[in-house]
């Protein structure tokens, strides 16, 4: 199975920062590579597909980038409903495997 | 508006079974794969099975490999997965979810709201 290790698990920030959260994957998996945002007690919600797809309806300023083993979430202004947990997912092959996740937090 | 609505969860003793099913709505459900992702109490989410849209393919992870059956019924746009030999750790929600498999692509683009599964003594 293709493991995806992200980091941070955790992360603390502010409205208005900036944040990066990373994926790495055991091997390649081209860009192949999928980031949903889950709030306490929600379903999860898909942000970015194909490694850098805007997801439609998603703000701009969720963007992804990465190719291969090594992929990034980046959050440009955080806003307040922005806080929530991040999961990585990879779709190259079966079985379709997510990340630990990254809880990002006041 | 497009919708997909979980059903059949509850509370099961160990060995048990139980079918859940989703309903689905607003969109062409025969054109769409579809899968059942998990999760775990305070934990993260666990893909555990897909199908594709004419049911050509199954998959399953290797976790609940020959306990559970996805199966799919265009003409009803639903979903279902009957779950046989439920163990404590199979205790999760359940979300039903669209994978549009455009251009090659696969990715999880409509989550229903989940369905509770139980499994204790």
């Known amino acids: 199975d293709i493991q995806l290790t992200q980091s941070p698990s955790s992360l603390s920030a502010s409205v208005g920062d900036g944040v990066i959260i990373t994926c790495r994957a055991s091997?390649?998996?081209?860009?192949?590579l999928n980031w949903y945002q889950q709030k306490p007690g929600k379903a999860p919600k898909l942000l970015i597909y194909a490694a850098s797809s805007l997801q439609s309806g998603v703000p701009s300023r969720f963007s992804g980038s990465g190719s291969g083993t090594d992929f990034t979430l980046i959050i440009s202004s955080l806003q307040p409903e922005d806080f929530a947990t991040y999961y990585c997912q990879q779709s190259y092959r079966t079985p379709y495997t997510f990340g630990q996740g990254t809880k990002l937090e006041i | 508006e497009v919708h997909l609505v979980e059903s059949g969860g509850g509370l099961v003793k160990p060995g048990g079974s139980l079918r859940l099913s989703c309903a689905a709505s607003?969109?062409?459900?025969?054109?769409?794969?579809v899968n059942w992702v998990r999760q775990a109490p305070g934990k993260g989410l666990e893909w555990v099975s897909s199908i594709t849209s004419s049911s050509s393919y199954i998959y399953y992870a290797d976790s609940i490999k020959g306990r559970f059956t996805i199966s799919r019924d265009n003409a009803k746009n639903a979903l279902y997965l009957q779950m046989n030999s439920l163990r404590a750790e199979d205790t999760a929600v359940y979300y039903c979810v669209r994978d549009p498999s455009y251009g090659g692509l696969r990715y999880f683009d409509l989550w229903g709201r989940g369905t509770l599964v139980t499994v204790s003594s």
């Open positions: 607003g969109f062409t459900f025969s054109s769409y794969s």
């Open positions: 091997q390649s998996i081209s860009g192949y």
